[in-house]
């Protein structure tokens, strides 16, 4: 088991390369590589999520921090991402379907008290 100190320098590390990554997607004329790196920081954001719930249980299996660590290295460097997101969408796309109703509700009770 790696020290946290070094799990946070890798996970650092990882996030810079992502970054620059998106950067030259963004650069870029290809649409593939767009994708990929929304579809990246799309579950990486969900990954932190479930990790800051997940890591007041979790932190008692041995080689949890490595677990975290070979999830973003397989959704950022191996197109990993590309590969679970099928997986995922029907369920984003539910959940985007309830945000949507709650959010025309709060906007619509906000504009009572903004005429």
């Known amino acids: ?4 100190v070094l799990l946070g320098l890798v996970e650092s590390v990882l996030l810079l390369y992502a970054g620059v990554q998106s950067f030259r997607a963004i650069q ?9 790196w929304l579809t990246f920081w799309l579950l990486y954001t969900v990954s932190r999520f479930i990790f800051a719930v997940a890591d007041y249980i979790l932190f008692v299996i ?3 921090g490595e677990i975290k660590i070979g ?20 369920f984003l796309l539910q959940a985007d379907e309830v945000a949507k109703k709650y ?8 504009s009572k008290y903004t005429k």
Not at 71 to 90: D, T
Not at 103 to 110: I, M
């Open 1 to 4: 088991m790696f020290p946290a």
């Open 28 to 36: 870029s004329t290809s649409q593939n590589d767009d994708k990929q």
């Open 62 to 64: 041995p080689f949890y």
């Open 71 to 90: 999830f973003i290295v397989f959704i950022g460097v191996f197109n990993g991402a590309s590969m679970i997101y099928p997986i995922l969408e029907p």
């Open 103 to 110: 959010e025309a509700q709060a906007r619509a009770e906000a």
